[in-house]
């Protein structure tokens, strides 16, 4: 492994300690970990809201009018609205 030296503004550093003693890592590892995933380095970049609307349903943007129609029917059935 390399070594590499920072020049850090004193508010930062004793951020980066504080947050290296609450999880209970050095700080170098935690330097580590935020510069992996500040730079993507081992992992793939995802979009933050991928999935975030999952339906389990892959035809819901071809029949959204008709799906909606069959959900409304259903709560209107079971008295839900």
């Not at 995802?46 to 029917?73: H, M, N, P």
Request: charged fraction near 40%; glycine fraction near 8%.
């Amino acid at each position: 492994m390399k070594r590499t030296t920072l020049k850090l503004p004193e508010a930062l550093d004793a951020k980066l300690r504080q947050e290296a003693k609450r999880r209970g890592v050095t700080v170098s590892e935690l330097t580590r970990e935020a510069v992996e995933a500040h730079l993507g380095v081992g992992q793939r970049r995802t979009l933050k809201g991928a999935a975030s609307g999952r339906s389990d349903r892959g035809d819901l943007s071809v029949r959204v009018d008709e799906i909606f129609a069959e959900i409304l029917d259903e709560k209107r059935r079971k008295g839900e609205l």
